[in-house]
C-alpha cells in the first residue's frame, strides 16, 4: 500500500508495517467470513442438504454465543503472553481447520446429523474467533495509534469487500440456478485457505512485548467487569446499546431464509445477495472509518437505524414486486444490511478500544463480549417467532430491535467519556 494511503497518525515504519500487515489479514479474514458465512452461504447450505429449517435460527446465535462467551476466561490468560498476537495466530489456524472439517460433514453425513454437526462444528470455530478476538483489541491497541484504529478496521473491510465482491460475481456468473451442495462446499474450503493465510500474516505483525501481568481466573474477570459495569455508567450504556444491536448482527440468516422461499434457493440469486454483502463492504467501511474516529456512538446510532429500514425494505418489497425483479430488488436488502453491520461490528469496537483503560482493554472487551454472549442465546427466541409466525413475524421484531439500538446508542455518551464517573 502506497504511504498515501496511511492516516497520519501512523507516523513510524513499525506502524505502518503493523497497519499494513493488520489490513491484509483482516481483508482475508473479511472474505472468508463472506465465503463461509453463517448469515447468509450456511443457511443456503443446510438448505441445500434438506436439513431442518429450525436449524437457520440456530446458526447466528451459536456464532455469537461460541465467539463472546469464552472470552472472559481466555483474557486472563493472555494477560501472562509478552506477544498477545500468538493467541490470534492460534485461533486462526484452529478456525482453518474446522472449516475444512465442515466439507465432509455436509457431504457425507445423514441430512439432520449433517446440520446439527455443521451448528457444532460452527459452536467450536466462533469459541476459537473468541479466543482471537481479545488478543485483537490488545494488539490493535499496541501497534496501531489512536485515531487511525477505525480507518484501519474500516480499509480491512472495504478491501476484503472489494475481494467479495469479485467473489460474489464469479459465483452468480457461473453457478447459475444449481441448487446442488458441491460449490457450497466449495466456498467452506476456499474460506479455511483464507484463514490459514490471514494466520501467517498476522503472525508478522511487529508487536512489542509487553510486561507479562498475572493469571487471572475467569471469575476474578467477572467480578473486576461487574465492577467496572458499576463504576462506570458510560459502560452500562454502552453495554445496553451493544446488547440492543445483536437484533443488527444476527439477522442476516432471517433474510436468507425469507429471500430463500421467495425466489427458490437457486445458487445464482446466493451469488448475487454475497455481491450486494460485497458492495456493502465497499462503499460503507471508508465512511464508516472516518466517522468512528471522529465518533463511533455517532456510527453506532445510524448503523442501528439502517438495521430497521432494512427490515421495512424487506417487509414492504415482495407486496412490490414479483419475479426477477424482486431478486434483483432483494439484493437492497443485503446491501443496506450489510452496511448496517459494517458500522455496527466497526464502532462498537473503535468505541470500546477508544474509551476503555489501556491497562485494562482486554478486561474490558472480554467482559463485554461474554455479557452480550450471554444475552446472544435468546436471539433463538427469534426462531420461536418464526416457527410460531413466520419468518416475517421474526423481521418485524427484528426492526423494532434494531429502532430501539438506535436509541440506546443516542443514550451513551462519546468514547472519551466512556469511564468517566462525572
Known amino acids: 500500500m502506497a504511504d498515501i494511503l496511511l492516516p497520519k497518525q501512523i507516523d513510524t515504519p513499525q506502524a505502518a508495517r503493523a497497519y499494513r500487515l493488520n489490513v491484509a489479514s483482516g481483508a482475508c479474514t473479511k472474505l472468508a467470513e463472506q465465503l463461509a458465512s453463517p448469515e447468509l452461504v450456511l443457511p443456503w447450505l443446510l438448505g441445500a442438504i434438506g436439513a431442518p429449517a429450525g436449524l437457520v435460527a440456530l446458526l447466528v446465535p451459536a456464532k455469537q454465543a461460541g465467539s463472546l462467551v469464552p472470552q472472559l476466561a481466555v483474557s486472563g490468560r493472555i ?91 464469479a459465483m452468480r456468473a457461473t453457478l447459475g440456478e444449481t441448487v446442488e451442495v458441491l460449490p457450497l462446499l466449495a466456498l467452506v474450503g476456499a474460506a479455511a485457505l483464507l484463514w490459514a493465510v490471514s494466520a501467517a500474516l498476522f503472525a508478522a505483525i511487529p508487536e512489542p512485548a509487553s510486561e507479562p ?66 458492495l456493502a463492504g465497499v462503499v460503507a467501511s471508508p465512511f464508516w472509518g472516518r466517522l468512528a474516529d471522529g465518533s463511533a456512538r455517532r456510527v453506532m446510532i445510524v448503523s442501528a437505524l439502517l438495521g430497521a429500514a432494512s427490515a421495512v425494505l424487506a417487509l414492504a418489497l415482495p ?28 464502532g462498537r469496537k473503535t468505541y470500546l ?58 443514550a451513551m455518551p462519546e468514547a472519551a467519556r466512556m469511564t468517566s464517573t462525572g
Not at 444476527?250 to 427458490?264: D, E, I, K, S
Open 319 to 346: 407486496r412490490l414486486l414479483h419475479g426477477d425483479a424482486l431478486g434483483w430488488a432483494y439484493g437492497g436488502v443485503f446491501l443496506v444490511l450489510g452496511i448496517a453491520l459494517a458500522g455496527v461490528r466497526l
Open 213 to 278: 501481568g498475572e493469571v487471572r481466573d475467569a471469575l476474578a474477570e467477572w467480578r473486576r467487569g461487574v465492577a467496572a459495569l458499576r463504576r462506570y455508567p458510560g459502560f452500562r450504556r454502552f453495554l445496553t446499546a451493544r446488547a440492543l444491536l445483536l437484533a443488527v448482527e444476527v439477522a442476516m440468516p432471517f433474510y436468507a431464509l425469507h429471500a430463500h422461499g421467495l425466489l427458490g434457493g437457486g445458487a445464482a440469486d446466493l451469488g448475487y445477495f454475497v455481491l450486494a454483502v460485497g
Open 79 to 169: 494477560r501472562r503472553l509478552a506477544r498477545r498476537k500468538w493467541a490470534w495466530v492460534s485461533a486462526a489456524a484452529a478456525q482453518a481447520l474446522l472449516l475444512v472439517a465442515m466439507i465432509p460433514a455436509a457431504a457425507l453425513l445423514p441430512t439432520a446429523a449433517a446440520g446439527w454437526a455443521l451448528i457444532a462444528l460452527l459452536l467450536l470455530f466462533s469459541a476459537a474467533s473468541g479466543c482471537g478476538s481479545v488478543a485483537f483489541q490488545d494488539v490493535t491497541g499496541k501497534t496501531v495509534p489512536g485515531g487511525a484504529r477505525g480507518r484501519m478496521l474500516a480499509t480491512r473491510a472495504a478491501v476484503g469487500g472489494a475481494l467479495t465482491l469479485a467473489a460474489g460475481a
Open 353 to 410: 478500544v477508544d474509551g476503555a483503560p489501556a491497562d485494562e482493554r482486554a478486561l474490558f472487551a472480554a467482559f463485554s463480549n461474554t455479557l452480550v454472549g450471554l444475552l446472544s442465546m435468546m436471539a433463538a427466541g427469534f426462531g420461536l417467532l418464526v416457527e410460531a409466525g413466520g419468518v416475517e413475524i421474526g423481521i418485524v421484531a427484528l426492526g423494532v430491535a434494531g429502532a430501539l439500538a438506535a436509541w440506546a446508542s443516542l
